[in-house]
């Protein structure tokens, strides 16, 4: 399975992980920086954000320097991008990334093959030609959505199930209607039926989706691709410091939970957990923010064999708009997914992009 957590914002991963030995990150981000002495060494030039004690103990792969050519400072656009899988914004896709990995690898008879697990519905990342994916609340414990009287909600859902039953003698139109049905109350029925995590995950948003995570996988009913949107504000133009430090707290808490029941269930080899974000932040800090940027800094945890991979982009050669030069493509980085769940990069990224070698165990 893959777990996918989108920062979408633009998450700054050089403060998620500090160059805390570069004098010209520490010039050019005077107040808006973590100080060496504070963070927790990984390499003895990389150091965890402190907040991230907890993970920083997990084995975690950290991949340098992430972007896509031919940048964009839209959020719009480069989200798309990385939604579509479109390294460079030339090749716009008809289906999501995630949503081909779903078509390749989707089982018919499953009732989901993706799931986005966030408050916002449904994501372009998963759009597919074939597989079937759905969006459902992390609050919702999967119910189908009826009444809370009982008797009217007794009602209804047997309205629902006798809607839900496709007929191939029907109109195209109205046997696609009825399967959606069919498969949202399958999945419905299969995640509702299964008991809490018993795991202490903390009581937040990140939380609630990753504890969700686990259940979709405890269902094995089929589900291969989680899409997880992360709440907090990662478009940090003012107040970086506070904002971020906030962030980084919710996700060593709710990322350590999560990776403590993947190991106690014994999964952690079969699930690979993957972050991405749009876009990192400029080198220089503004007044008490950073404005859009390029490179970034991408988190994989699970089946992976941990250390930091990848190029750091220089602190001192920027190129002519002051930002970052990413010397890792989307499409590199991508790549590594794609390959984790048996899908050759060429049959879902334009180009046939290398993935970076070494990060994942499978």
């Known amino acids: 399975m893959l777990v996918v957590l989108e920062m979408a914002g633009g998450h700054d991963g050089y403060s998620m992980v500090v160059?805390?030995?570069?004098?010209?990150?520490?010039?050019?981000?005077?107040?808006?920086?973590?100080?060496?002495?504070?963070?927790?060494?990984?390499?003895?030039?990389?150091?965890?954000?402190?907040?991230?004690?907890?993970?920083?103990?997990?084995?975690?792969?950290?991949?340098?320097?992430?972007?896509?050519?031919?940048?964009?400072?839209?959020?719009?656009?480069?989200?798309?991008?990385?939604w579509q899988g479109d390294p460079d914004g030339r090749n716009p896709q008809s289906t999501g990334f995630f949503g081909r990995i779903c078509d390749a690898v989707g089982d018919p008879a499953a009732p989901a093959t993706g799931v986005s697990l966030g408050w916002g519905g449904t994501t372009p990342a998963l759009a597919t030609r074939s597989a079937v994916t759905v969006a459902?609340?992390?609050?919702?414990?999967?119910?189908?959505?009826?009444?809370?009287?009982?008797?009217?909600?007794?009602?209804?859902?047997?309205?629902?199930?006798?809607?839900?039953?496709?007929?191939?003698?029907?109109?195209?139109?109205?046997?696609?209607?009825r399967y959606g049905v069919y498969n949202a109350l399958r999945f419905s029925d299969a995640i509702a039926a299964l008991p809490d995590s018993s795991w202490p995950y903390p009581q937040t948003g990140l939380g609630a989706q990753l504890a969700t995570v686990v259940r979709l996988i405890r269902a094995d009913i089929g589900t291969r691709v989680v899409f997880v949107p992360m709440g907090g504000n990662f478009d940090s133009h003012e107040s970086h410091r506070g904002?971020?430090?906030?962030?980084?707290?919710?996700?060593?808490?709710a990322l350590d939970a999560f990776l403590g029941e993947l190991a106690s269930l014994g999964f952690?080899?079969?699930?690979?957990?993957?972050?991405?974000?749009?876009?990192?932040?400029?080198?220089?800090?503004n007044t008490d923010?950073?404005?859009?940027?390029?490179?970034?800094?991408?988190?994989?945890?699970?089946?992976?064999?941990?250390?930091?991979?990848?190029?750091?982009p220089s602190f001192t050669a920027l190129d002519r708009d002051g930002n970052l030069i990413a010397?890792?493509?989307?499409?590199?980085?991508?790549?590594?997914?794609?390959?984790?769940?048996?899908?050759?990069?060429?049959?879902?990224?334009?180009?046939?992009?290398?993935?970076?070698?070494?990060?994942?165990?499978?």
Not at 243 to 252: C, K, P, Q, V, Y
């Open 327 to 362: 010397p890792v493509g989307m499409g590199e980085y991508y790549a590594v997914l794609s390959s984790f769940m048996g899908v050759p990069p060429s049959s879902v990224l334009p180009g046939n992009p290398v993935p970076v070698p070494g990060i994942v165990t499978a």
């Open 289 to 312: 923010g950073l404005d859009h940027g390029t490179a970034s800094v991408m988190l994989l945890a699970g089946a992976v064999n941990p250390g930091v991979y990848g190029q750091r």
């Open 136 to 177: 459902m609340s992390p609050w919702s414990d999967a119910q189908f959505p009826a009444p809370w009287d009982a008797g009217l909600r007794a009602t209804w859902m047997a309205a629902q199930r006798a809607m839900g039953n496709p007929d191939r003698a029907e109109a195209v139109t109205m046997y696609n209607a």
């Open 19 to 82: 160059p805390y030995r570069d004098p010209a990150y520490y010039r050019l981000r005077p107040t808006v920086s973590t100080s060496a002495n504070a963070v927790i060494d990984i390499n003895g030039s990389l150091g965890w954000h402190p907040a991230l004690d907890r993970i920083s103990r997990r084995p975690i792969a950290l991949v340098e320097g992430v972007g896509g050519a031919n940048p964009n400072g839209s959020h719009f656009e480069m989200l798309r991008r990385w």
């Open 243 to 253: 904002t971020h430090d906030g962030i980084m707290n919710e996700l060593d808490d």
């Open 268 to 285: 952690t080899d079969r699930v690979l957990v993957a972050s991405f974000s749009e876009f990192g932040r400029r080198a220089d800090q």
